[in-house]
């Protein structure tokens, strides 16, 4: 007798076929269900009955052998037309699930390999098996598959990796994960695995390994796979931010909807947004009311008498209809913003109330990262309430930047009863300047009697107050959050803040304003506003010395030209000092934000420069293109020109496109040093106010542009000024097309006069054609960082420069010139170099610095 026939025959009885609903899972007797009930049991098919072997009897040899006896006694019966065996690999082979099939006279589904049963997989055999097969009684098996039910879109999804242009679209449950050609597949255990399934909908996931690939490459892709509806899952912030997502939709030409889970720093109340082609949002989906409050509609939630409006941002808390300029802010994957009131109306302390049961409610993490900003102004009740010394403001409105196309939204339904409100808080900290409507003030000041404080921004751990704040200490007795103003002068302002700053709790004495300011300093106790890191500020630099008189005509040097000239206007505050750094995505978001419908005319310029210049395309990300557009935008002649960005510098404001300034400087880094001549010009009959001895020192804040084409001049001009650049970056890339090719210094550039030439009156000139001007200024830009001399002398290298810009200006003064008449060329051409500070832009022993004006 051979081993096998001494083997006993398998027993069915061993087996346990437990009954879920539609479907069955085949369990070995006195075995638990064990993980067996975490199963992500699929929706039932008319006619069709999934299968599910055991997890833990899987690798059980004698499964096969009672597996038809099983079927027939439990699963087969009249209606049902297919089987589905859930038992992995079973269909790699087909010798076994074939013999069923014929036996049971069925369609029968195994899968080639693996498969996933986790809850909204869908019982996912893809990549990298080869999905379930087919069997059907005395037919050849074929492809069944790669999900069960099958989705309406899956025909239009891959079941294995392409890699049509640039980027890799690989299977997954939901629908596909789009990555870098360089980055490794996703497998089952990766979170691109995890995203569950919509049957009416693929979903595009990005981010799985933090490389995400480019807004064209990823529109690209998803172009050649589905021309339906759509919705993208990023897994990281980067494909959240706005500008990735306008472009996103920009090159893809139609709107998607947008996951808004994933690796956040908080937890969204706007779960689903449409982000549409023309840039703008909208709420799809918001998460469920906070505890306490109820929903009032899909996107709003009640309390009492105030309703809380889901927007793309955060949330509006109010008690009338919403902000549209709220509607518009886009979705920031770095922190929310509470927009308090609207502008114009009243904030009763119900709404204070409000926001201190929302703050209560949330998680700390979605507290953390709150950006409370006060838009209406308290009414007098909530004044009442906070003291005489509460202020709803701490400067006037700015000037509205162009705004994204608006969303309309329908208004709340009336609101119940009031609720009475309880003790009301003092207001939180107000978000980052916005794009549009009144500046948000940094915080209430409260009168002497404590009140109760927010409890979501109280609560944190203060950090040590920064150097420029000097805050006062408390009187002995004085409850601990409570300061008095002291005898100290009030600090200088504080720096605008990144729009992904946090929110803490900082002792700072209020700023001053002119006496006729309703929001005149006055005695404070805690002022609670919120910070940034210094790297992601434009600080100021410390005041300037006052200036000196101008001198009397007959006590200047006789070697010094000076020509009647209107003087510069007196700045408002010290000049902006441009961090040398990147800019962040906050900074990128606000730019494309509040640059509206500029923003996507620009970024066809520059997906062009990317496309025809590789030298460009060495970082093709969304910051990098919004870094560009910034640049485009500066060289145009609409909001965020080269004129009001350096008037915003010199005088210490904000730009009226928020956020342009970081992106401008950081594009401009980006692009190529030019390492020749650049003319500007003077005209008007003011051209040149002073220029002093060789050797003076001038420091320009702005963003000073100047031609490379040294064949150019505009109407006009009496004036050249040549320069030999260090720092100047060529912009030729960006202005295909345009009639003249620029190059900008950066900001806080130096310059070292060298000489003043004054030609000699020619008779008739043998030019044909306009000529340069008589007179010409020359100078040197000092490299950063580079010393100046003490002496106030010319050195070598100015001699060597000066001997340089002598032969350009020579052949410029033989040369037939081209008139230049575009308003936005003249402007860029002949604005004025200032003074900034004259401590440090003046030769040493001199006193003095070189200014020309237009």
């Not at 950063?784 to 001699?799: C, I, N, T, V």
């Amino acid at each position: 007798m051979n081993d096998r026939a001494a083997k006993p025959a398998p027993d069915a009885s061993d087996w346990v076929a437990d009954r879920h609903g539609e479907h069955v899972l085949l369990r070995r007797r006195g075995a638990g269900a064990g993980k067996d009930s975490l199963i992500g049991w699929p929706p039932p098919v008319p006619g069709q009955v999934f299968v599910l072997v055991s997890p833990d009897a899987a690798p059980d040899s004698s499964l096969i052998d009672v597996l038809p006896s099983l079927l027939l006694r439990h699963v087969v019966a009249a209606g049902v037309d297919s089987v589905r065996i859930g038992l992995p690999g079973l269909g790699k082979d087909p010798v076994v699930p074939q013999a069923l099939a014929d036996v049971l006279k069925v369609d029968l589904f195994a899968p080639d390999g693996a498969f996933l049963i986790a809850p909204g997989a869908a019982l996912y055999a893809g990549h990298p098996a080869a999905g379930w097969r087919r069997f059907r009684p005395n037919l050849p098996p074929v492809f069944g598959g790669l999900r069960h039910p099958v989705p309406q879109w899956e025909p239009s999804m891959p079941a294995s990796p392409v890699s049509p242009a640039g980027a890799v679209a690989e299977p997954v449950p939901a629908g596909v994960y789009v990555r870098d050609t360089g980055e490794r597949a996703a497998t089952m255990g990766d979170k691109a695995f995890a995203v569950p399934v919509d049957p009416t909908q693929p979903k595009v996931v990005v981010g799985q390994q933090g490389s995400v690939p480019g807004p064209a490459a990823t529109a690209d892709v998803v172009r050649g796979l589905a021309t339906g509806p759509l919705r993208l899952v990023p897994l990281t912030a980067e494909p959240l931010t706005h500008a990735w997502l306008a472009e996103f939709t920009k090159f893809l030409g139609r709107d998607v909807t947008v996951a808004t889970v994933g690796s956040l720093p908080y937890r969204p109340f706007a779960t689903v947004l449409r982000q549409r082609a023309d840039g703008g949002q909208e709420v799809v989906e918001a998460l469920a009311p906070p505890p306490g409050w109820t929903r009032s509609g899909p996107r709003t939630y009640r309390l009492g008498d105030v309703v809380a409006d889901v927007v793309p941002s955060g949330l509006v808390l109010g008690t009338g209809p919403g902000d549209s300029a709220a509607d518009e802010a886009p979705f920031d994957p770095e922190g929310w913003t509470l927009h308090l009131g609207v502008p114009g109306q009243p904030i009763s302390p119900d709404v204070l109330t409000a926001a201190e049961t929302l703050l209560d409610s949330l998680d700390g993490a979605t507290r953390e990262t709150a950006r409370p900003r006060l838009v209406g102004t308290l009414d007098d009740r909530a004044h009442a309430l906070l003291g005489p010394n509460a202020v709803t403001r701490v400067r006037p409105p700015q000037p509205a930047p162009p705004a994204m196309p608006r969303v309309s939204r329908p208004k709340p339904p009336a609101a119940p009863p009031s609720v009475p409100p309880s003790a009301a808080p003092p207001l939180p900290p107000a978000a980052p300047p916005g794009r549009r409507g009144p500046v948000a003030p940094p915080g209430i000041l409260v009168s002497a009697a404590p009140v109760p404080t927010v409890s979501g921004l109280s609560t944190r751990k203060s950090p040590p107050a920064p150097a420029n704040t000097a805050p006062s200490r408390p009187p002995a007795g004085d409850p601990p959050s409570l300061r008095t103003a002291g005898s100290q002068p009030p600090p200088p302002p504080r720096p605008p803040v990144d729009a992904g700053a946090t929110v803490p709790e900082l002792p700072v004495t209020p700023q001053r304003t002119d006496e006729s300011s309703p929001y005149a300093e006055s005695a404070t106790e805690r002022l609670v506003m919120p910070t940034a890191p210094p790297e992601t500020t434009l600080s100021a630099p410390a005041p300037a010395p006052a200036a000196q008189a101008k001198p009397d005509p007959e006590d200047q040097p006789p070697d010094e030209v000076d020509v009647p000239a209107e003087p510069e206007p007196v700045p408002a505050g010290p000049a902006l000092v441009i961090p040398d750094r990147a800019s962040t995505n906050a900074e990128q978001t606000r730019f494309a934000a509040a640059a509206g419908e500029a923003f996507g005319e620009a970024l066809a310029t520059v997906n062009a420069a990317l496309a025809t210049w590789p030298s460009m395309r060495q970082e093709n990300t969304p910051g990098v293109k919004a870094d560009y557009v910034a640049v485009c935008l500066y060289l145009g002649n609409g909001p965020g020109g080269a004129a009001e960005v350096n008037r915003a510098v010199r005088t210490g404001r904000e730009a009226s496109v928020d956020g342009q300034i970081p992106c401008l400087a950081s594009g401009l880094r980006r692009l190529p040093t030019h390492r020749r001549a650049v003319l500007r010009q003077g005209k008007g009959g003011k051209s040149l106010e002073r220029v002093s001895t060789p050797g003076a020192l001038l420091t320009e804040p702005g963003f000073l542009a100047g031609s490379i084409d040294l064949d150019v001049t505009v109407p006009g001009a009496d004036l050249d000024v040549l320069i030999w650049p260090a720092s100047a970056r060529r912009t030729s890339e960006l202005a295909d097309g345009r009639s003249l090719n620029e190059a900008v210094f950066l900001a806080g550039a130096r310059f070292k006069a060298l000489a003043v030439r004054t030609a000699e009156a020619a008779g008739e000139s043998t030019v044909d054609g306009p000529v340069a001007p008589q007179v010409a200024a020359l100078f040197r830009e000092l490299a950063p960082g580079e010393p100046a001399s003490s002496s106030g002398d010319l050195d070598e290298q100015d001699l060597a420069v000066l001997a340089k810009l002598d032969k350009v200006l020579a052949r410029r003064q033989r040369t037939a010139l081209r008139v230049l008449d575009d308003p936005s060329v003249v402007s860029r051409l002949t604005t004025s170099m200032v003074e900034w500070d004259e401590s440090m832009a003046a030769p040493a022993g001199t006193g003095r610095t070189a200014t020309l004006t237009s």
